[in-house]
């Protein structure tokens, strides 16, 4: 399996052809014309300085199975931190676990790392141009080490495993007007009142979370107030969309082949541990006990 280094290289250099691809004149030379030398493309030199005008990095590791890895090894961070002009990065679906290793980008605009296994935001470092984070399917529990992103937008924190710490999102995110949180384990209407001091907030989705039937008959009258500042609050999906379906089909393909790949290298280790125990005469092979005789002499 390719290194995440390795990926990242590749796609660099693929968008390098394309872009200098431009540089390659067909010319029709006429008798008698000057000699004029072709552009001359010194790709060593010009890659050097080519990560730092790439705008958009994008690997999927649902379409290609090679693009998974679980951590941001440090050649890979260092080729990123290249990256400065970088507005676009997705890591979807590669099984990473953490943030960390992920380089500051001045100008990043939107973080795409949907369906991967990160279970916290530590290592995720103050982006400060940064408009959309998308964690969705991710194994996240709270905000605990979420960083300062003064002009983060939109939010989508979908299908993790989130319950509360909902106050130091609004400290660190004052801005959000699109926040999605359906599908997590909020059971605590008091810990969504803290979403009260988005003053830019305009869409809440809150379904398929147990919260949900406490607030359809709750006194405290949040909903009215959210309804009164203009925000959409999304209590339920009728459907779900295609898209959605097809990747939660796929990871739960994948996560049964992973179970049965985990029982037969299970087997295959008892198996060998038996053999093993045998070899070292531990384990002696079943045989047949001894059968005693008696012989009675015959009545003289």
Not at 77 to 85: I, P, V
Not at 136 to 141: D, H, I, V, Y
Not at 157 to 162: A, K
Not at 271 to 295: D, N
């Amino acid at each position: 399996m390719a290194s995440l280094y390795d990926i990242i290289y590749l796609e660099l250099t693929n968008q390098a052809a394309k872009r200098y691809a431009s540089c390659r004149e067909d010319a029709i030379v006429k008798e008698g014309d000057p000699y004029v030398h072709p552009p001359v493309l010194h790709f060593s030199t010009s890659f050097s300085i080519l990560p730092g005008s790439i705008e958009s990095l994008k690997i999927d590791g649902l379409n290609n199975r090679r693009h998974r890895f679980s951590s941001i090894d440090s050649a890979a961070a260092d080729l990123l931190s290249r990256c400065t002009g970088l507005r676009d990065l997705s890591l979807v679906y590669v099984q990473l676990n953490s943030f960390t290793g992920l380089p500051r980008f001045p100008l990043l605009k939107s973080l795409q790392m949907q369906g991967n296994q990160i279970d916290s935001f530590k290592g995720l470092l103050h982006q400060p141009s940064l408009q959309e984070l998308n964690m969705w399917g991710n194994l996240l529990r709270g905000f605990k080490n979420f960083p300062a992103l003064p002009n983060l937008r939109e939010l989508n924190l979908s299908c993790n495993r989130i319950e509360r710490q909902f106050e130091r999102l609004v400290a660190r995110a004052p801005r959000l007007s699109v926040l999605r949180l359906s599908l997590n384990p909020i059971e605590e209407e008091k810990e969504l009142m803290h979403l009260e001091g988005l003053a830019d907030l305009r869409l809440l989705e809150i379904y398929g979370c147990p919260v949900v039937e406490r607030l359809l008959h709750s006194t405290s009258n949040f909903l009215q107030r959210m309804k009164a500042k203009g925000v959409v609050v999304i209590l339920q999906q009728s459907r779900i969309p295609l898209e959605m379906l097809l990747q939660l089909q796929q990871m739960q393909e994948e996560h049964y082949q992973q179970q049965q790949q985990q029982q037969q290298q299970q087997q295959q280790q008892q198996q060998q541990q038996q053999k093993k125990l045998q070899q070292q005469h531990m384990l002696l092979p079943y045989s047949t006990p001894p059968v005693a005789i008696t012989v009675t002499p015959a009545n003289e």
